[in-house]
Protein backbone atom coordinates (compact mmCIF):
# COMPACT_ATOMS: atom_id res chain seq x y z
CA UNK A 1 0.00 0.00 0.00
CA UNK A 2 1.51 3.42 -1.00
CA UNK A 3 0.61 6.73 0.62
CA UNK A 4 1.89 9.85 -0.88
CA UNK A 5 3.31 11.82 1.69
CA UNK A 6 3.97 15.12 0.43
CA UNK A 7 4.49 16.64 -3.20
CA UNK A 8 6.85 19.68 -4.36
CA UNK A 9 6.22 20.05 -8.06
CA UNK A 10 6.17 16.95 -9.52
CA UNK A 11 8.55 15.62 -6.70
CA UNK A 12 6.93 13.00 -4.58
CA UNK A 13 7.79 12.17 -1.26
CA UNK A 14 5.85 9.09 -0.04
CA UNK A 15 6.14 5.34 1.75
CA UNK A 16 5.24 1.70 0.38
CA UNK A 17 4.25 -0.59 2.88
CA UNK A 18 5.31 -3.82 2.61
CA UNK A 19 5.54 -7.39 3.96
CA UNK A 20 8.87 -6.81 4.81
CA UNK A 21 8.72 -3.01 5.77
CA UNK A 22 8.11 -0.02 5.13
CA UNK A 23 9.90 1.96 2.02
CA UNK A 24 10.41 5.35 2.71
CA UNK A 25 10.84 7.07 -0.94
CA UNK A 26 12.52 8.47 -2.75
CA UNK A 27 14.76 5.62 -2.28
CA UNK A 28 18.04 4.12 -3.88
CA UNK A 29 18.01 0.34 -4.13
CA UNK A 30 21.43 -1.44 -3.41
CA UNK A 31 21.99 -4.09 -6.21
CA UNK A 32 23.26 -7.39 -4.88
CA UNK A 33 22.70 -9.11 -8.08
CA UNK A 34 23.32 -12.54 -7.21
CA UNK A 35 22.46 -12.03 -3.47
CA UNK A 36 24.99 -9.78 -2.50
CA UNK A 37 26.57 -6.76 -3.22
CA UNK A 38 30.06 -6.65 -5.02
CA UNK A 39 32.95 -5.88 -2.98
CA UNK A 40 33.01 -8.19 -0.06
CA UNK A 41 29.40 -6.14 1.38
CA UNK A 42 27.37 -8.28 4.36
CA UNK A 43 23.88 -7.89 4.91
CA UNK A 44 24.97 -7.08 8.30
CA UNK A 45 26.98 -3.99 6.41
CA UNK A 46 24.11 -2.96 4.41
CA UNK A 47 21.86 -2.56 8.09
CA UNK A 48 24.64 -0.50 9.04
CA UNK A 49 24.78 1.77 6.07
CA UNK A 50 21.04 2.50 5.97
CA UNK A 51 20.02 0.76 3.23
CA UNK A 52 16.09 0.17 2.69
CA UNK A 53 16.22 -2.05 -0.21
CA UNK A 54 17.95 -4.45 -1.82
CA UNK A 55 17.76 -5.60 -5.43
CA UNK A 56 18.82 -8.91 -6.75
CA UNK A 57 18.70 -10.29 -10.28
CA UNK A 58 16.00 -13.19 -11.54
CA UNK A 59 17.99 -14.62 -14.13
CA UNK A 60 21.46 -14.99 -12.70
CA UNK A 61 19.93 -16.71 -9.22
CA UNK A 62 18.40 -19.12 -11.67
CA UNK A 63 21.27 -19.88 -13.23
CA UNK A 64 23.25 -19.99 -10.46
CA UNK A 65 22.67 -21.61 -7.38
CA UNK A 66 19.06 -22.05 -8.72
CA UNK A 67 15.54 -20.53 -7.38
CA UNK A 68 14.44 -24.12 -6.63
CA UNK A 69 17.25 -24.41 -4.35
CA UNK A 70 16.54 -20.84 -2.86
CA UNK A 71 13.06 -21.92 -2.40
CA UNK A 72 14.23 -25.17 -0.64
CA UNK A 73 16.52 -22.62 1.87
CA UNK A 74 13.43 -20.52 2.81
CA UNK A 75 13.56 -18.07 0.21
CA UNK A 76 15.88 -15.09 -0.39
CA UNK A 77 15.54 -13.31 2.50
CA UNK A 78 16.81 -16.45 4.72
CA UNK A 79 19.05 -17.45 2.29
CA UNK A 80 21.58 -14.20 2.78
CA UNK A 81 20.26 -13.20 5.99
CA UNK A 82 18.42 -10.05 5.43
CA UNK A 83 14.90 -9.07 6.73
CA UNK A 84 14.38 -5.59 4.83
CA UNK A 85 12.42 -5.20 1.70
CA UNK A 86 14.00 -7.33 -1.76
CA UNK A 87 13.24 -6.02 -5.03
CA UNK A 88 14.18 -8.89 -7.96
CA UNK A 89 14.32 -7.82 -11.57
CA UNK A 90 12.59 -10.12 -14.39
CA UNK A 91 15.33 -10.84 -16.24
CA UNK A 92 14.09 -8.82 -19.13
CA UNK A 93 17.12 -6.68 -19.15
CA UNK A 94 19.23 -9.83 -19.50
CA UNK A 95 16.98 -10.64 -22.37
CA UNK A 96 18.14 -7.57 -24.04
CA UNK A 97 21.63 -7.84 -22.71
CA UNK A 98 22.18 -11.13 -23.75
CA UNK A 99 20.87 -10.30 -27.88
CA UNK A 100 23.80 -12.38 -29.51
CA UNK A 101 22.51 -15.23 -27.33
CA UNK A 102 18.78 -14.82 -27.78
CA UNK A 103 15.51 -15.56 -29.79
CA UNK A 104 12.45 -14.09 -29.17
CA UNK A 105 8.88 -15.07 -29.33
CA UNK A 106 5.21 -14.97 -28.24
CA UNK A 107 5.75 -17.41 -26.18
CA UNK A 108 9.15 -16.01 -24.64
CA UNK A 109 12.73 -16.13 -25.36
CA UNK A 110 15.27 -18.98 -25.51
CA UNK A 111 18.72 -18.47 -24.77
CA UNK A 112 21.89 -19.58 -23.55
CA UNK A 113 23.55 -19.28 -20.16
CA UNK A 114 26.15 -16.71 -19.94
CA UNK A 115 27.99 -19.18 -17.78
CA UNK A 116 27.68 -22.67 -19.18
CA UNK A 117 26.06 -22.33 -22.31
CA UNK A 118 22.87 -24.33 -21.65
CA UNK A 119 19.60 -23.35 -23.32
CA UNK A 120 17.41 -21.34 -21.47
CA UNK A 121 13.78 -20.64 -21.79
CA UNK A 122 12.21 -17.64 -19.99
CA UNK A 123 9.03 -16.17 -20.71
CA UNK A 124 6.21 -14.27 -18.56
CA UNK A 125 4.88 -17.29 -16.31
CA UNK A 126 8.58 -19.18 -15.83
CA UNK A 127 9.79 -15.24 -14.79
CA UNK A 128 7.38 -15.24 -12.01
CA UNK A 129 7.52 -18.47 -10.75
CA UNK A 130 11.10 -17.58 -10.31
CA UNK A 131 10.51 -14.69 -8.48
CA UNK A 132 7.76 -16.74 -6.25
CA UNK A 133 10.48 -19.22 -5.83
CA UNK A 134 12.78 -16.48 -4.54
CA UNK A 135 10.12 -15.21 -2.24
CA UNK A 136 10.82 -11.30 -2.98
CA UNK A 137 8.94 -8.44 -1.26
CA UNK A 138 8.55 -7.02 -5.37
CA UNK A 139 8.70 -9.02 -8.36
CA UNK A 140 9.30 -7.50 -11.74
CA UNK A 141 6.91 -7.99 -14.98
CA UNK A 142 8.82 -9.89 -17.91
CA UNK A 143 9.53 -7.26 -20.60
CA UNK A 144 11.41 -6.60 -23.70
CA UNK A 145 14.14 -4.01 -23.09
CA UNK A 146 14.51 -2.71 -26.74
CA UNK A 147 17.39 -0.99 -27.93
CA UNK A 148 16.49 2.83 -27.68
CA UNK A 149 17.27 3.78 -31.02
CA UNK A 150 15.62 0.79 -32.73
CA UNK A 151 12.90 1.94 -35.55
CA UNK A 152 9.47 2.43 -34.28
CA UNK A 153 8.24 -0.67 -36.12
CA UNK A 154 9.73 -2.81 -34.39
CA UNK A 155 10.00 -0.76 -30.99
CA UNK A 156 5.57 -0.50 -30.93
CA UNK A 157 5.46 -4.38 -31.68
CA UNK A 158 7.89 -4.81 -28.47
CA UNK A 159 5.65 -2.75 -26.40
CA UNK A 160 2.68 -4.35 -27.45
CA UNK A 161 4.49 -8.00 -27.08
CA UNK A 162 5.70 -6.71 -23.52
CA UNK A 163 1.86 -5.76 -22.69
CA UNK A 164 0.65 -8.46 -23.31
CA UNK A 165 3.53 -10.10 -21.31
CA UNK A 166 2.14 -8.23 -18.36
CA UNK A 167 -1.52 -9.67 -18.92
CA UNK A 168 0.01 -13.00 -18.59
CA UNK A 169 2.41 -11.97 -15.34
CA UNK A 170 -0.35 -10.60 -13.67
CA UNK A 171 -2.49 -13.75 -13.90
CA UNK A 172 0.52 -16.11 -13.04
CA UNK A 173 1.58 -13.98 -10.12
CA UNK A 174 -2.77 -14.29 -8.71
CA UNK A 175 -2.31 -18.35 -9.11
CA UNK A 176 1.36 -18.46 -7.37
CA UNK A 177 0.05 -16.17 -4.55
CA UNK A 178 -2.89 -18.34 -3.38
CA UNK A 179 -0.43 -21.54 -3.70
CA UNK A 180 -0.13 -23.91 -0.42
CA UNK A 181 3.86 -23.77 -0.47
CA UNK A 182 4.39 -19.98 -1.69
CA UNK A 183 6.49 -18.63 0.69
CA UNK A 184 5.80 -14.84 0.19
CA UNK A 185 1.96 -14.80 -0.91
CA UNK A 186 1.98 -11.05 -0.57
CA UNK A 187 4.45 -10.94 -3.14
CA UNK A 188 3.72 -7.24 -5.34
CA UNK A 189 3.92 -6.93 -8.87
CA UNK A 190 5.50 -3.51 -10.59
CA UNK A 191 4.92 -3.26 -14.38
CA UNK A 192 7.61 -1.44 -16.61
CA UNK A 193 6.13 1.09 -19.40
CA UNK A 194 8.82 0.18 -22.62
CA UNK A 195 9.25 2.53 -25.82
CA UNK A 196 12.78 3.54 -26.18
CA UNK A 197 12.69 7.25 -27.02
CA UNK A 198 9.86 7.86 -29.17
CA UNK A 199 7.68 9.79 -26.01
CA UNK A 200 4.51 8.88 -28.12
CA UNK A 201 4.77 4.95 -28.04
CA UNK A 202 5.91 6.00 -24.38
CA UNK A 203 2.61 7.41 -23.49
CA UNK A 204 0.35 5.30 -24.95
CA UNK A 205 1.64 2.43 -23.16
CA UNK A 206 2.01 4.34 -19.71
CA UNK A 207 -1.53 5.20 -20.34
CA UNK A 208 -2.49 1.05 -21.49
CA UNK A 209 -0.80 -0.76 -18.02
CA UNK A 210 -1.87 2.35 -15.44
CA UNK A 211 -5.46 0.91 -16.15
CA UNK A 212 -3.94 -2.53 -14.71
CA UNK A 213 -4.34 -0.80 -11.48
CA UNK A 214 -1.10 -2.53 -9.83
CA UNK A 215 1.06 -1.56 -6.47
CA UNK A 216 3.70 -0.07 -8.55
CA UNK A 217 4.90 1.12 -11.82
CA UNK A 218 8.68 1.30 -13.47
CA UNK A 219 10.32 3.32 -16.43
CA UNK A 220 12.46 0.81 -18.10
CA UNK A 221 14.80 1.06 -21.21
CA UNK A 222 16.69 3.87 -20.21
CA UNK A 223 20.50 4.54 -19.51
CA UNK A 224 20.64 1.92 -22.18
CA UNK A 225 22.69 4.18 -24.85
CA UNK A 226 20.76 7.23 -25.03
CA UNK A 227 22.03 10.88 -23.21
CA UNK A 228 20.81 12.07 -20.25
CA UNK A 229 19.11 15.09 -22.23
CA UNK A 230 16.88 12.11 -23.96
CA UNK A 231 16.63 10.21 -20.85
CA UNK A 232 15.21 13.46 -18.58
CA UNK A 233 12.50 14.61 -21.84
CA UNK A 234 11.09 11.22 -21.84
CA UNK A 235 10.71 11.24 -18.00
CA UNK A 236 9.19 14.75 -17.95
CA UNK A 237 6.72 13.39 -20.99
CA UNK A 238 5.91 10.01 -19.38
CA UNK A 239 5.56 10.20 -15.76
CA UNK A 240 2.78 12.49 -15.81
CA UNK A 241 0.79 9.77 -17.09
CA UNK A 242 1.67 6.88 -14.47
CA UNK A 243 -0.83 6.60 -11.21
CA UNK A 244 0.84 9.29 -8.98
CA UNK A 245 -0.86 7.15 -6.45
CA UNK A 246 1.65 4.43 -6.82
CA UNK A 247 5.39 4.49 -6.83
CA UNK A 248 7.29 5.06 -9.58
CA UNK A 249 10.61 3.20 -10.35
CA UNK A 250 13.38 4.49 -12.52
CA UNK A 251 15.49 1.69 -13.75
CA UNK A 252 19.27 1.36 -13.74
CA UNK A 253 19.57 5.05 -13.20
CA UNK A 254 22.04 6.65 -12.06
CA UNK A 255 24.45 8.82 -10.76
CA UNK A 256 23.85 11.29 -8.38
CA UNK A 257 23.12 14.09 -10.81
CA UNK A 258 20.95 11.52 -12.35
CA UNK A 259 18.74 10.81 -9.24
CA UNK A 260 18.02 14.24 -8.33
CA UNK A 261 16.79 15.11 -11.88
CA UNK A 262 14.61 11.98 -11.79
CA UNK A 263 13.52 13.20 -8.35
CA UNK A 264 12.72 16.31 -9.23
CA UNK A 265 10.47 14.48 -12.54
CA UNK A 266 8.31 12.47 -9.73
CA UNK A 267 10.12 9.14 -9.35
CA UNK A 268 10.90 7.09 -6.23
CA UNK A 269 12.91 4.09 -6.78
CA UNK A 270 15.70 4.09 -8.61
CA UNK A 271 19.04 1.57 -8.24
CA UNK A 272 22.34 1.40 -9.79
CA UNK A 273 25.67 -0.30 -9.95
CA UNK A 274 27.59 2.79 -10.49
CA UNK A 275 28.70 2.69 -6.54
CA UNK A 276 29.92 -0.81 -6.28
CA UNK A 277 31.47 -0.59 -9.86
CA UNK A 278 33.14 2.90 -9.36
CA UNK A 279 33.98 1.95 -5.49
CA UNK A 280 35.73 -1.61 -6.87
CA UNK A 281 38.34 0.78 -9.18
CA UNK A 282 39.00 3.36 -6.02
CA UNK A 283 36.42 6.00 -7.36
CA UNK A 284 34.77 7.39 -4.44
CA UNK A 285 31.57 9.53 -4.38
CA UNK A 286 32.11 13.43 -2.02
CA UNK A 287 30.15 16.46 -2.09
CA UNK A 288 32.83 17.97 -3.38
CA UNK A 289 32.93 15.38 -6.41
CA UNK A 290 34.31 12.42 -7.34
CA UNK A 291 37.91 11.08 -6.44
CA UNK A 292 39.78 8.46 -7.78
CA UNK A 293 42.17 7.07 -5.10
CA UNK A 294 44.52 5.79 -7.46
CA UNK A 295 46.23 9.21 -7.93
CA UNK A 296 49.26 9.86 -6.46
CA UNK A 297 47.68 12.97 -4.72
CA UNK A 298 45.68 11.20 -1.79
CA UNK A 299 49.78 9.17 -1.15
CA UNK A 300 50.39 11.23 2.04
CA UNK A 301 46.36 12.29 2.60
CA UNK A 302 45.72 11.23 6.13
CA UNK A 303 42.13 12.92 5.96
CA UNK A 304 39.36 10.31 5.38
CA UNK A 305 36.98 10.19 2.28
CA UNK A 306 35.34 12.48 3.24
CA UNK A 307 35.14 15.08 6.22
CA UNK A 308 32.52 14.33 8.60
CA UNK A 309 30.89 11.19 6.77
CA UNK A 310 30.01 8.56 8.80
CA UNK A 311 30.01 5.39 6.92
CA UNK A 312 32.87 2.67 8.72
CA UNK A 313 35.71 3.16 6.40
CA UNK A 314 35.69 7.81 6.89
CA UNK A 315 35.10 7.15 10.61
CA UNK A 316 38.05 5.03 10.97
CA UNK A 317 40.69 5.38 7.96
CA UNK A 318 42.50 7.75 5.95
CA UNK A 319 42.69 7.81 2.05
CA UNK A 320 46.56 7.33 2.20
CA UNK A 321 45.56 3.92 4.17
CA UNK A 322 42.72 3.18 1.64
CA UNK A 323 44.79 3.70 -1.44
CA UNK A 324 47.71 1.51 -0.27
CA UNK A 325 45.02 -1.28 -0.04
CA UNK A 326 43.99 -0.38 -3.64
CA UNK A 327 47.25 -0.08 -4.87
CA UNK A 328 48.30 -3.53 -2.94
CA UNK A 329 45.14 -5.42 -4.91
CA UNK A 330 44.01 -6.08 -1.12
CA UNK A 331 40.75 -6.48 -0.90
CA UNK A 332 40.06 -4.35 2.05
CA UNK A 333 40.55 -0.89 0.06
CA UNK A 334 37.66 -1.99 -2.52
CA UNK A 335 35.16 -2.73 0.37
CA UNK A 336 35.77 0.39 1.94
CA UNK A 337 35.17 2.52 -1.40
CA UNK A 338 32.06 0.30 -1.72
CA UNK A 339 31.07 0.67 1.61
CA UNK A 340 31.45 4.68 1.39
CA UNK A 341 29.56 5.02 -1.90
CA UNK A 342 26.72 2.90 -0.91
CA UNK A 343 26.64 4.86 2.28
CA UNK A 344 26.64 8.38 0.46
CA UNK A 345 23.56 7.11 -1.60
CA UNK A 346 22.13 6.61 1.02
CA UNK A 347 22.59 9.53 3.05
CA UNK A 348 20.96 11.39 0.09
CA UNK A 349 18.01 9.78 -0.25
CA UNK A 350 17.66 10.57 3.35
CA UNK A 351 18.16 14.19 2.99
CA UNK A 352 16.30 14.20 -0.14
CA UNK A 353 13.43 12.67 1.78
CA UNK A 354 13.96 15.54 4.75
CA UNK A 355 14.21 18.07 2.20
CA UNK A 356 10.89 16.90 0.22
CA UNK A 357 9.69 16.86 4.13
CA UNK A 358 10.59 20.61 4.83
CA UNK A 359 9.61 21.77 1.33
CA UNK A 360 13.11 22.59 0.04
CA UNK A 361 13.96 20.07 -2.61
CA UNK A 362 14.54 22.49 -5.11
CA UNK A 363 17.05 24.92 -2.79
CA UNK A 364 18.69 21.22 -1.83
CA UNK A 365 19.43 20.03 -5.59
CA UNK A 366 20.49 23.25 -6.60
CA UNK A 367 23.18 23.04 -3.94
CA UNK A 368 23.66 19.78 -3.79
CA UNK A 369 24.70 19.64 -7.18
CA UNK A 370 26.62 23.02 -7.23
CA UNK A 371 28.91 21.00 -4.56
CA UNK A 372 29.28 17.80 -6.72
CA UNK A 373 30.27 20.16 -9.78
CA UNK A 374 32.56 21.97 -8.05
CA UNK A 375 35.80 20.14 -8.56
Not at 186 to 209: E, S, T
Amino acid sequence: MYKLLKTEGRAKRGQLETVHGVIQTPVFMNVGTAAAIKGAVATSDLEEIGTLVELSNTYHLHVRPGDELIKRMGGLHKFMSWDKPILTDSGGFQVFSLAGLRKIKEEGVSFNSHIDGRKIFMGPEESMQIQSNLASTIAMAFDECPPSKADDRYIKQSVDRTTRWLERCMKKMAELNQMEDTINKNQLLFGINQGGVNAQIRIDHAKRISEFDLPGYAVGGLAVGESHEEMYYILDEVVPYLPQNKPTYLMGVGTPANILEGVERGVDFFDCVYPSRNGRHGHVYTNHGKLNLFNAQYEDDSRPIEEGCQCPACKRYSRSYIRHLLKAKEMLGMRFCVLHNLYFYNKMMEEIREALDEGRFAEYKKQKLAGMEAK
